[in-house]
């Protein structure tokens, strides 16, 4: 009986020890998991809401300007493979298409999270650009300059084909700048400073071909 006895009371000690060890677990956990899973909610919280806040209205405009823009620069670049004479200029034009062409998705995808509209297809004429504050930075090209650029072939096709790309890329470039110094979204700041760079380099390889420099 003393042993059967003994065997219940220490069964019973090590049942409250349990009972006291899972509630103290408990306690913890309730004093923890606020914090823990409070502070990781709320800072998923504050990076789901910074992240659209993180652009503005000059990121707006960049990429709104420069998705027809750079369309306009592939759709000329695309007239260099059965026209140009000069190899330097095919090459230039198939950079131009290899560059231009992802940005442009990228920029439509930046669009699309921004809850914006992603100007349509066709938007590139001269009319439909200088919105969103980038009048007069744009170098678009007119009708009339395009119907041009699209019957001229060879020598007279190089000349009218750099001519016209180095006053599209010195807009670029406008447009870029204003985009470094005005806008909030740091990959689209980081763009910027890629067209700066890369299409200044192009400016001066075409001034070059074309014999002002």
Known sequence: MIHK????????VLAASGAAALVL???GGDDGSPAGHGGHS????????????????????FAKG????????VEMAGLAPGRARSAAVKKLAADIKK??????????GWLTSWGEQVPAEGAADHSMHGSDGMEGMS???????????????????DTAFMELMIKHHEGAVDMARTEQADGAYGPAR?????????QSAEIAQMRALLGKD
Do not use: W, Y
Request: glycine share 6%; proline share 4%.
């Open 99 to 108: 560059a231009q062409g992802p940005e442009i998705r990228t920029l439509s």
């Open 190 to 198: 980081k763009m910027a400073g890629d067209i700066v760079i890369s």
């Open 42 to 61: 709320a800072t998923a919280s504050a990076t789901a809401s910074a992240s659209p806040g993180q652009h503005n209205a000059a990121d707006t405009a």
């Open 5 to 12: 006895r003994s065997l219940v009371r220490r069964s019973t």
């Open 139 to 157: 170098g678009m090209m007119t009708d009339e300059e395009m119907t041009e650029l699209e019957n001229a072939s060879g020598t007279a096709f």
């Open 66 to 73: 420069m998705i027809p823009h750079h369309r306009q620069a």
């Open 25 to 27: 677990a408990a306690c």
